[in-house]
């Protein structure tokens, strides 16, 4: 028994180092009553990073022609080699193959088609994108300052991975938000937000704050004058998301020097954290500086939103955070009003 249960653990390890996924569960639930009992939901981690040893090819993924499906071929399609058609285990629509894959046989069969390659890495044949992505730090300070002091460095060590020609930026939260100013290197500077949500602050009204939105002109000289307006907004923006070789150092400094949300946390109740209202921020930095743009934010949490919109928990700690149960028995009363918070969140990010 123990010689197969060590067996079997060996090969879900193995699984997770060749595709990088690791299941809340190893076992999927086969009726409705097993699912129910599952006191922990179905979830995954991925790691879209990790590196793949010789499982790269240099040609474009195959994808179903399905009607909204686009699943990529993969080793648990039905392929006839015969016929040159591979059938979609999502939707099952029949697909033909392209001429790439004219000598296609039982014996030589395309990387994408073979069971141990069940995680691969395409090699684009395009050109490189005119823009590095973005990557934006979202960081609760929320935390006592041993965890704080851990993830400051375990971010200071990232910032070797990330290329030293994409932009980063930098938003801090607890009690209130701070976006930082990268690009000024004499001392650290933020614009500070309320995290409650009673500002009401819109991504239009975070646009005239930060200094996006330019002025209109009503001179004789409207033209040239709207001209400077657009200039001048445009060097704000580049204040905020600055290229890391350009800002590393003043980067390390503000991080180094973080501490936690000097805001005292009242006895009884739970930290005052603004997930919501530091997201609908993050957002709108890259709307306004980068739309259209590859742009990652990173974020950080050390609890349960408890301000502001988007809030999960109320702060007093004599009301238990909503376990699974609650949710599927529809009794999350915060459940609600927050995914509709966050849907429009990822609306706008999707948009961008």
């Not at 044949?125 to 005119?130: G, T, V, Y």
Request: proline residues 7%; charged residues 20%.
């Amino acid at each position: 028994m123990d010689a197969n249960y060590a067996q079997i653990s060996e090969s879900f390890y193995q699984f997770e180092d060749d595709n990088g996924v690791r299941f809340s569960w190893n076992n999927w639930p086969a009726t409705k009553v097993e699912a129910a009992k599952i006191v922990i939901p179905l979830g995954a981690l991925y790691s879209p990073f990790l590196p793949l040893q010789n499982k790269s090819v240099n040609y474009e993924p195959i994808s179903c022609k399905g009607k909204n499906c686009h699943a990529i071929l993969n080793p648990y399609c039905e392929v006839n080699v015969n016929s040159k058609v591979w059938t979609c285990p999502f939707c099952y629509q029949t697909n033909q193959f392209p001429p790439l894959y004219a000598s296609i046989s039982e014996n030589n069969l395309p990387a994408e088609l073979i069971q141990n390659f069940s995680t691969i890495e395409y090699v684009l044949p395009r050109r490189q994108p005119s823009k590095l992505p973005v990557f934006l730090f979202v960081i609760d300070i929320c935390m006592i300052e041993e965890d704080l002091n851990s993830l400051k460095e375990a971010i200071l060590m990232s910032l070797s991975t990330i290329p030293e020609d994409a932009s980063v930026g930098l938003i801090t939260f607890g009690t209130n938000i701070q976006v930082y100013e990268l690009a000024h290197q004499v001392c650290s500077k933020s614009y500070v937000f309320r995290g409650d949500g009673k500002g009401k602050l819109t991504p239009q009204k975070l646009q005239k704050l930060l200094g996006f939105a330019p002025q209109v002109s009503n001179k004789n000289n409207k033209n040239n004058n709207n001209q400077v307006q657009f200039n001048l907004a445009a060097a704000k923006q580049q204040k905020y998301l600055v290229p890391l070789k350009d800002c590393e150092m003043s980067l390390e400094t503000i991080l180094e020097e973080l501490q936690p949300d000097p805001h005292k946390q009242i006895p009884g109740e739970r930290a005052k954290r603004a997930t919501g209202v530091a997201m609908s921020v993050a957002i709108s930095l890259l709307e306004n500086i980068c739309p259209n743009a590859a742009g990652r934010i990173m974020t950080f949490l050390g609890g349960p939103c408890t301000l502001g919109p988007g809030a999960i928990v109320s702060l007093s700690q004599e009301e238990f955070i909503r376990a699974h149960h609650d949710i599927i028995d529809d009794k999350a009363k915060h459940l609600a009003k927050a995914a509709k918070y966050y849907d429009s969140l990822a609306t706008r990010a999707v948009r961008n």
